[in-house]
């Protein structure tokens, strides 16, 4: 019998990624489709690396809302 392997989670989903910004998550949709930082579409929900969310911060840049 195969051993059972454990994976961590890899990149959030798009909820924890809204819970750490503090914002609505159809606001993280919209970042994401705008590019503010890479997420990857994986079955109907996204994840999100959160060293690209900490960059995204760092960088302090603020974009103008539509």
Known sequence: ????????????????????LRVNPRTVQDMILRGDFPARKVGVGWRIDPDA??????????????
């Open 1 to 20: 019998m195969a051993e059972r392997i454990e994976w961590p989670p890899i990149g959030m989903t798009l909820e924890e990624t809204a819970t750490a």
């Open 53 to 66: 969310v900490k960059a995204w911060l760092a960088c302090g840049v603020e974009r103008d809302s539509e």
